[in-house]
């Protein structure tokens, strides 16, 4: 069972870093959706499975820089900071206008605000 999981590890984590790279792109269209946590995701997995990907990726010049800034500092620049908390924002008032039930409401909110605090205590680099 256990070689069975490692034989598919490496191309799981490859397809994955495709999924979270596109994510990424497409979080970088979208104002709502943050580009950046998906990119970091997509290197991370292709550090893992494919070295080539993983350079091709930290290279770009458009994709590379907020990923070499977290890799690097930890950091997250100020915009991105304001882009991620306002969509947490925006994204539990739309929640609140939903039948969703008060346990939901309650553990987003926990959820989103632990959340907005991490990326908010953040250096800025």
Do not use: D, N
Request: charged share 10%.
């Amino acid at each position: 069972m256990m070689r069975s999981v490692r034989q598919f590890r490496r191309p799981l984590l490859f397809a994955a870093g495709w999924i979270f790279t596109a994510l990424g792109v497409v979080g970088l269209i979208l104002p709502l959706m943050p580009g950046t946590v998906f990119l970091i995701l997509a290197a991370w997995c292709f550090s893992r499975s494919s070295p080539r990907f993983e350079a091709w990726l930290i290279g770009h010049p458009r994709l590379g820089p907020q990923v070499l800034r977290w890799r690097q500092s930890g950091s997250i620049a100020r915009k991105v900071k304001y882009i991620a908390c306002g969509s947490m924002l925006l994204s539990f008032a739309i929640l609140t206008q939903t039948s969703a039930p008060p346990i939901a409401l309650w553990t987003s909110a926990a959820c989103l605000l632990a959340a907005g605090f991490y990326v908010a205590s953040r250096p800025e680099g």
